[in-house]
Every structure is written in structure tokens, then in C-alpha cells.
């Protein structure tokens, strides 16, 4: 199994300003991913960020917007970028970990943005 | 193009009775199949992985290729177990990004 932690849990931000979300999973993993959960809806990701390559990045979703760094095996970060309110959202990392061939995900608790 | 459907939104069943969270997919490879529990306050976790083909807590989930679903069942429901349910599909070719349904939030009732 893995252990992600994430911070911030929560912030509130102002239109225009930008946060930087961390990522710390307590082993090292190749994959990582981030995910968005809108109010009410379901998750979507946002990007791959494999350690050793550029982040890939989902149809609607682009680097100006989510910079992402993977600095090494155990750490990523997801910057949300001049935020408006249609940003506010919770933002989750997620870690793949092999597990009996094939891999598991597992999630951080999660950041709760709202942006004014 | 991979698709994970959950026709329930919401399912409301008494303390005791059988429940069944339907999952359907559409996928023309082989995915990994996945059910993730996310309970009050907490962070999402797995519950259920097909290639396991194990009972945790109770739920069971088979692998139906032919009618492309991956049903997650327990028979009989406690009323820890309500929270939101994912069904969710994972394969190579997306990088092995998880796809997830739209959930089913399911409350046990006493």
C-alpha cells in the first residue's frame, strides 16, 4: 500500500491568484496522477505525471492552466493557475503501486479549493 | 473510447436487505476493473478489484465480459456500509489513469 499525503487540506483564494498544491507519497512510484472533483460530480482526471517525462495532460485541461512538477519518485505538485471561481473544486493525487501484477491507486484526502 | 456507467445515483435500501451497485463499461480491450468507497469525511479507498476476485467487507464484484458490467453485491447491508461508491476502469493504453463512474451513494437505513 501506499500513504499520500496532500496539502493544503482546503484553501480559499482570491479570482487572479494562484495555489500550489503538494503531493508526498511515503514510497516511490512511477505514476502519479491528479484528479479534479467538481461540487457534486465525479472525478476527472486531469494529468499524468510520470516521473522522468513531461506531464500528459487531459482533453480541457493544459499546462498554462495546471503546471505540474514531478521532481522525483516521491513528490509531485499541481499548480492552479490565475483561479476564477469555476476553479473552486476539491484536487486529489493519486499514486499507482504494483500490487500482484497489476497496480492500485491510492488517493490523498484530498485539497478543497474555493476561489472568490 | 472507454466509458464507465452507474444508472443509480442514489439507493436507499433497509439494514439487512440485499444490495446490488450496478457498473457497466464499455471497453473493446481487457481493463482493470475497480470499486472505490468513499465514506463521510473520508479520503477515497479501495474496496474491490476484479483481478482479486475476493469479499471485502462483505461485497463481492464479478468480472462479466459479455454483458460488460462488474456489479459490486452484498447480501445483506450494514448501515456502516452507506457512503459513495465508484466504479472505475483502468488500461494501458490511458497510462493506467483511472476512469471513473459517476458514483452511486448508497444509505443503509435502520
Known amino acids: 500500500s501506499a500513504v499520500i499525503s496532500q496539502k493544503p487540506s482546503r484553501d480559499i483564494c482570491q479570482r487572479g491568484t494562484s495555489l500550489t498544491i503538494q503531493c508526498q507519497v511515503d514510497?516511490?512510484?512511477?505514476?502519479m496522477f491528479w484528479y479534479r472533483q467538481q461540487p457534486g460530480q465525479s472525478l476527472t482526471l486531469i494529468a499524468t505525471a510520470n516521473q522522468g517525462s513531461e506531464a500528459t495532460y487531459e482533453s480541457g485541461f493544459v499546462i498554462d492552466k495546471f503546471p505540474i512538477s514531478r521532481p522525483n519518485l516521491t513528490f509531485s505538485t499541481l499548480t492552479v493557475s490565475n483561479m476564477s471561481p469555476e476553479d473552486s473544486s476539491i484536487y486529489l493525487c493519486?499514486?499507482?503501486?504494483?500490487?500482484?501484477?497489476?497496480?492500485?491507486?491510492?488517493f490523498g484526502a484530498g485539497t478543497r479549493l474555493s476561489v472568490l | 473510447a472507454q466509458r464507465v456507467t452507474q444508472p443509480e445515483k442514489l439507493l436507499s435500501v433497509f439494514k439487512g436487505a440485499p444490495v446490488e451497485l450496478k457498473c457497466n463499461y464499455s471497453?473493446?480491450?481487457?481493463?482493470?476493473l475497480f470499486w472505490y468507497v468513499q465514506y463521510s469525511r473520508q479520503r477515497l479507498q479501495l474496496l474491490l478489484r476484479h483481478i482479486s476476485r475476493e469479499s471485502i467487507k462483505g461485497f463481492t464484484a464479478d468480472l462479466n465480459k459479455g454483458e460488460t458490467s462488474f456489479h459490486l453485491k452484498k447480501p445483506f447491508a450494514q448501515e456502516e456500509d452507506s457512503a459513495m461508491y465508484y466504479c472505475a476502469l483502468s488500461n494501458s493504453n490511458s497510462g493506467y489513469a483511472l476512469n471513473f463512474g459517476k458514483g452511486t451513494s448508497l444509505l443503509v437505513t435502520p
Open positions: 514510497s516511490q512510484v512511477t505514476m
Open positions: 471497453y473493446s480491450g481487457s481493463p482493470e
Open positions: 493519486s499514486a499507482r503501486v504494483a500490487s500482484g501484477g497489476r497496480g492500485i491507486q491510492y
